[in-house]
């Protein structure tokens, strides 16, 4: 059975960084691209990163770009989302899939 379990999220200022973290289990991790989505109350999933299956590509939303950083470590199995930068328009509950699949997500709160 596929699990992805994020954590990291908090509270932070306007500015501030937080380190997201993904446990991946029951699948070959090093074998798939991750992705991290995010969503807010009212408004449609997000797509915010994408990586490769071996780190070596990523890809992110307009709006992150140059403040977030998607990495990972295949031997912990675990995939990561730093986010520098934070502005209150990342406030959301973000969420590490593996295609379809959705982990429990871990909320960020962005406010002064």
């Known amino acids: 059975e596929v699990q992805l379990q994020a954590s990291g999220g908090g509270l932070v200022q306007p500015g501030g960084s937080l380190r997201l973290s993904c446990a991946a289990s029951?699948?070959?991790?090093?074998?798939?691209?991750m992705k991290w989505f995010r969503q807010d109350p009212g408004n449609d999933l997000e797509r915010v990163a994408t990586i490769n299956s071996d780190g070596t590509w990523s890809n992110y939303v307009d709006s992150v770009e140059g403040r977030f950083t998607i990495s990972r470590d295949n031997a912990k199995t675990t995939l990561y989302l730093q986010m520098n930068s934070l502005q209150p328009e990342d406030w959301a509950v973000y969420y590490c899939a593996l295609n379809s699949i959705r982990g429990q997500g871990t909320e960020v709160t962005v406010s002064s």
């Open positions: 029951g699948f070959t991790f090093a074998n798939y691209a």
